[in-house]
Structure formats: C-alpha cells, structure tokens
C-alpha cells in the first residue's frame, strides 16, 4: 500500500524545517495536534499559518470577536478539525453555549450578540464580495464599535483561516482525541 500523500508527521519524522514550529504548538497545548503534523508536509505553509495566526491574536479585536471571524470561516469552509479546535476555544473563553450552536450551523447569532453577529455578517460579505464590501456594509460595522483598523484586520483572519481551513480539508486532518467532544456531528 502506498504511503499516504499527508501523512502523520512526528516531530522525529517531519520535515526539519517543520521540527520547530510543531515542537512549539505540542508545548503550547501539550500534545501535537494531527492536522500539525499533516501540514508540517510543507513547512512553508504550516510556518506561514502558523505566524500569520499569531499575527491575527495580537490585532485590535477583542478574542469573542477573533473566534467568531474564524468559526465563521471554519462553517463557511466545512472544516470539522477546526470547528472542533475553535468550540473549545470558544468554551475556555466562556461563551455562552447558544452562541457557539449558532455558529456551528452557521446561523445568525442570538440577540443580545448584535456586535458579534456584525462581524460575523461583515467577514460573510468580505468572502462573498473579495473584499469589495460596500459602503453599507461597511458603516454598519463601524456601527456596531468596531473601526477601520478592526475592518482590515478581518481580512487578515480571513487569509489566516482560509489558508488553514483549506489545508485541512485537503490533508484529511482529524479531529483529535483531546477535542472529541467538540466535534460536529457527521453529516
């Protein structure tokens, strides 16, 4: 049987080049999550995602926001490892539990979350319209706290996610035992 095209990468397997950047996110969460060592396939691309992730939690927006952009991403692109990734993440950050099932079937957030749900509607229009969001769109997002800055920053989530969101799907990336219970049910 031929050897899979992602295959599992240990940090003694992988890549040099991958070595470093998946040693770090096996220290930060203790374990080394499979869809790391499927990418470390391409050090590039994990060490790209990788920094550009990082780059996107030291933006203006605030982490309810940041998690919304990407699990807005994570439904739109159907990647279950990142859904379950970022249901976790949502939990440890103590967002309410009707808020995250809104955002796993992809529906529109429960009210009192207009501010959520006006990023999560602005990040919809940015994909839909490659980033030519119009004037509308763009002052109902201001309306809502958010600023300019905040507005080109969705935009590096979106590279972000996208890039990882597509990598997964493409690498088959599972979901890990350690978030199991995150994971959206099979269709």
């Known amino acids: 049987m031929p050897a899979p095209a992602f295959p599992d990468h240990t940090?003694?397997?992988a890549?040099?080049?991958a070595r470093r950047p998946m040693e770090a996110v096996a220290n930060r969460q203790g374990?080394?999550?499979a869809a790391v060592g499927r990418l470390a396939t391409s050090p590039q691309l994990l060490d790209g995602f990788l920094k550009i992730s990082a780059i996107f939690e030291s933006t203006t927006l605030d982490p309810l926001s940041r998690e919304v952009l990407i699990m807005t991403i994570a439904?739109?692109?159907d990647c279950g490892v990142c859904v379950a990734m970022h249901t976790a993440k949502l939990t440890a950050l103590g967002a309410?539990?009707?808020?995250i099932?809104?955002?796993?079937?992809?529906?529109?957030?429960?009210?009192?979350d207009e501010r959520l749900e006006a990023i999560r509607q602005f990040t919809l229009i940015v994909v839909a319209t490659a980033?030519?969001?119009d004037d509308a769109a763009l002052q109902d997002f201001l309306a809502h706290g958010y600023t300019p800055q905040n507005a080109l920053e969705v935009v590096l989530g979106i590279g972000a996610y996208t890039m990882s969101t597509l990598a997964n799907r493409m690498t088959?990336?599972?979901?890990?035992?350690?978030?199991?219970?995150?994971?959206?049910?099979?269709?």
């Open 11 to 13: 940090l003694e397997s």
């Open 15 to 17: 890549p040099a080049a």
């Open 31 to 33: 374990y080394l999550p």
């Open 75 to 77: 439904t739109r692109n």
């Open 96 to 99: 309410d539990a009707d808020l």
């Open 101 to 112: 099932a809104a955002l796993r079937q992809a529906k529109p957030l429960p009210l009192p």
């Open 131 to 133: 980033g030519a969001a």
């Open 172 to 187: 088959g990336a599972p979901v890990d035992p350690q978030l199991a219970e995150f994971a959206p049910a099979p269709m």
